[in-house]
Each structure stands twice: as structure tokens, then as C-alpha cells.
């Protein structure tokens, strides 16, 4: 008896590897079907039998879209059936993205992150009160904990204030208030204490898993 083997480096490509290669025959034995009822009815048992191969896109809205979609991938967009969808097109494939502008949200202080001109904005928009003015003070010290964390250890309030103004557009001018901000000693602390909670945190949990590993092994 002869047998005809089939060798990978022999092999077509696969073109959705997922699948595997019996089923990419089923797909090519379809498109090769002349009568157009039969090969209806082929492609939709070939829908059903992916279906169940990826059974995750179930939870995927409109997966059975996505099946139809990849079986016309499939069949090198040669299969000629009925599907309750569009049938995409291969220039719809392989069309490149509009590319994305670049962000240029980003200021010259770019260690306070771009949510504090988001909340600078915010101040901006409110009317003068008790308010604004807390809330200009919240940013500010917010601020100074940013510089804080990725500058010096220490930093005098009046380059916080100047900082304020430029981002702002002069908007928020604290430069001869008078007023203090938190003191630099507090935010370094507060930040070497929570630094010290996350080791902590990560040591109680390797040594939680390891006790579990011993008791396993045990």
C-alpha cells in the first residue's frame, strides 16, 4: 500500500494558523463546490465547527460576524456564499491606519504629568471664591509633590508658585501671597511610608506563597 506524505516545507501557508489545516481544507473544498446551494450549506456547517474551535468569541459581540469575516480570510476571499454580513474585501484587509498625531499636550514641566493642567483648567473655569482659591492651593501642593518625587529633596514654594503662573497663563498668580505650602519633610515621608508599605506588602506575600509551597510539598 503507498501513501502519499505531506511534508510542512511541501505546505501551503496557513493563512489563519488558529484553526489548523484541516479545517483550511474544508474552506478549499468549498470553494471548489459548483453548485452554489451546496456550497451555502458547507460554508455554514464550516461557521459552525469554528465556532466551537474558538469557543471565547462567544463572549466577542457579534462573533458570528467575526467567523463569517474570517472564513471569507480563509478561502483567500475566493468563496462565493451567502452570509448574513458584509462581505469584507481584501482592500479593506490590507488598508494602513490613519496615523496618529503625536500628543502635544506635554509642557516644559513635564514632571507635574498632564492631569495638573487638567485641574489648572478646572480652577480656571470656576468663579472666584473659597473655593477656587482652596482648590488653587490643592494644586499647588499637589505639585510640589510631583517635583518632589522626581527632582530634589527639597524645593522652595516660590518656584512651585512661578511654575503655577506659567501653566496657568498667569491666570493663578500665588507668587506674593504669603501663603506656605506643605513642607517637604511631610510629602517625602508620606511617600517613604507608602514605599515601605508596598515592600512590606510584597514580602508578607512571597512569604505567604512559600509557606504554601512547603505544605504542598510536605
Same mark, same amino acid.
Given at each position: ?11 501551503? !501557508? ?11 481544507? /474544508?474552506? $478549499?473544498?468549498? &470553494?471548489?463546490? +459548483?453548485? *452554489? +446551494? ?6 455554514? *456547517?464550516?461557521? $459552525? &465547527?469554528?465556532? $466551537? ?27 462565493? @456564499? ?12 490590507? @488598508? ?25 483648567? &478646572?480652577? #480656571? ?5 473659597? *473655593? =477656587? +482659591? ?14 518632589? #518625587? ?30 506656605? /505650602? *506643605? ?5 517625602? %515621608? ?6 515601605? #508599605? ?7 506575600? =512571597?512569604? !505567604?506563597?512559600?509557606?504554601? !509551597?512547603? =505544605?504542598?510539598? %510536605?
Amino acid at each position: 500500500m503507498d501513501f502519499e506524505l505531506e511534508y510542512n516545507s511541501d505546505r501551503t !501557508n496557513l493563512i489563519i494558523p488558529e484553526y489548523g489545516r484541516h479545517l483550511q481544507k /474544508l474552506v $478549499n473544498h468549498c &470553494v471548489s463546490l +459548483e453548485d *452554489a +446551494e451546496e456550497r451555502n450549506k458547507m460554508a455554514k *456547517a464550516i461557521v $459552525n &465547527v469554528m465556532g $466551537n474551535l474558538q469557543p471565547h468569541l462567544r463572549d466577542v459581540p457579534d462573533f458570528k460576524h467575526k467567523l463569517w469575516d474570517q472564513l471569507f480570510i480563509m478561502s483567500d476571499f475566493k468563496l462565493e @456564499a451567502k452570509s448574513p454580513y458584509p462581505q469584507p474585501s481584501r482592500e479593506e484587509l490590507q @488598508a494602513k491606519p490613519e496615523p496618529l498625531p503625536y500628543p502635544k499636550t506635554a509642557s516644559k514641566y513635564r514632571f507635574y504629568g498632564n492631569n495638573i493642567q487638567t485641574m489648572i483648567d &478646572v480652577a #480656571n473655569s470656576w468663579e472666584d471664591g473659597d *473655593a =477656587r +482659591e482652596g482648590l488653587k492651593f490643592v494644586i499647588a501642593n499637589h505639585m510640589k509633590k510631583c517635583y518632589l #518625587n522626581w527632582n530634589k529633596d527639597t524645593v522652595d514654594d516660590d518656584v512651585i508658585f512661578s511654575h503655577l503662573f506659567d501653566l496657568s497663563d498667569g491666570k493663578i498668580d500665588l507668587r506674593n501671597s504669603g501663603e506656605k /505650602l *506643605a513642607e517637604s519633610q511631610k510629602l517625602l %515621608r508620606k511617600r517613604s511610608n507608602r514605599n515601605q #508599605n508596598q515592600q512590606k506588602n510584597h514580602k508578607n506575600y =512571597r512569604s !505567604n506563597n512559600n509557606n504554601k !509551597n512547603y =505544605r504542598k510539598k %510536605r
